[in-house]
């Protein structure tokens, strides 16, 4: 029997927490009877710098019930670095590890799929959504198109997979070597091979509490997603620079031509049309390459994703230690 983890990465969940507290002991309880999961299998909560009581609901459900642990961050630093920080706490002590939200929208009854798949051998199982009749018809839309476009752009992505799957110890050292900081794991987590398959189940409302991605994260998220995985962009405006220059020339030979016919031209909006043209265009690319090399600046610094406040497994560990 191998011991599950289930990471939750939280930020300002109080009105959830108790709630999605409820909800997994009695499904980790029912899984432990069935023999399908360790008994030493736990709830990891990861919070991510809340304001609210998070860590205070955390750390009285770590002592009123040992199936529950906890990991501080020393300060919010976003859903994808928490989830993080809870994996490779929790590829410490546990064979598989779940990672899902706090809010319930996943199904957690698809859990028992995703050991299913455990079990046929795969190292990652992705959980991926058949209906999200629940989600706003924006947000289905905007996700829908944006799947599309990061194919595009040749990331390899599961269609309507959000950051729900399992991951055994093995794939998750294998993404511990990734050190990127840049962070946009459902895109680098294909990317690690080994066998894996997908389980689907339908994506409920949110329970309590309400969304931390505001429309601002949101498009944030979604640049980051094509930025840290593709060089399209780029290579997209070079493109586009090529093909400008080729029509300039073409452009030179026609005027050379009315110029020797002794035609000359007016030429006023020509002029001021394609200097507003070349000029936006030339601005819009120094933004895309600009957002390149800041990428790459943030990765030279090296800098720590996450810092850890507070492990509660680690100290419970070290007080069993003696
Ligand atoms: N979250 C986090 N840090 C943040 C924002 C969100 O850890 O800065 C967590 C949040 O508590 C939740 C998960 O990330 O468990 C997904 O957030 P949410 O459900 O608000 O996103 P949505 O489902 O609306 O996309
Ligand atoms: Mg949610």
């Known amino acids: 029997m191998e011991t599950l983890y289930i990471v939750i990465p ?49 750390d009285r459900l770590h002592r009123s019930i040992p199936m529950f642990t906890g990991l501080k961050l020393s300060r919010n630093r976003g859903h994808q670095n928490a989830l993080l920080a809870g994996l490779m706490h929790a590829k410490e002590y546990a064979d598989i590890v779940v990672s899902m939200d706090a809010d319930l929208q996943d199904d957690i009854n698809a859990i028992d799929g995703f050991l299913d798949k455990r079990a046929e051998g795969c190292d990652i199982v992705y959980g991926v959504r058949s209906s999200r009749k629940k989600d706003t018809a924006f947000k289905r839309g905007t996700a829908r198109g944006y799947y599309k476009l990061l194919s595009k752009m040749g990331v390899e992505i599961t269609y309507d997979h959000a950051d729900y799957r399992l991951m055994s110890r093995r794939a998750l050292n294998a993404l511990e070597q990734y050190k990127e900081v840049n962070l946009f794991l459902r895109g680098l987590v294909p990317m690690l091979g080994f066998k894996s398959d997908t389980v689907e189940y339908v994506r409920n409302e949110r329970q309590a509490g309400e969304s931390k991605y505001p429309l601002k994260k949101m498009i944030s998220f979604a640049i980051e997603g094509i930025t840290s995985l593709s060089v399209k962009p780029i290579r997209f405006i070079t493109a586009l620079g090529l093909i400008v220059f080729f029509v300039s020339i073409l452009m030179l030979i026609y005027f050379l031509i009315i110029w020797a016919m002794g035609r000359t ?50 100290e419970d560990r070290e007080k069993k230690a003696g």
């Open 10 to 58: 939280c930020y300002n969940e109080e009105e959830m927490l108790p709630l999605t507290a409820k909800a997994l002991i009695e499904k980790m309880d029912a899984l432990i009877a069935e023999k399908r999961i360790s008994p030493d299998s736990k709830v990891m909560f990861v919070d991510d710098g809340s304001k609210d009581k998070t860590w205070e609901l955390i």
């Open 265 to 314: 031209v007016a030429g006023w909006t020509t002029t001021v049309v394609s200097v507003w043209a070349l000029g936006g265009l030339q601005l819009l690319a120094i933004g895309v390459i600009g957002e390149y090399i800041g990428k790459i600046y943030l990765e030279t610094k090296h800098r720590p994703t996450f810092l850890i406040e507070v492990d509660l497994e680690k």
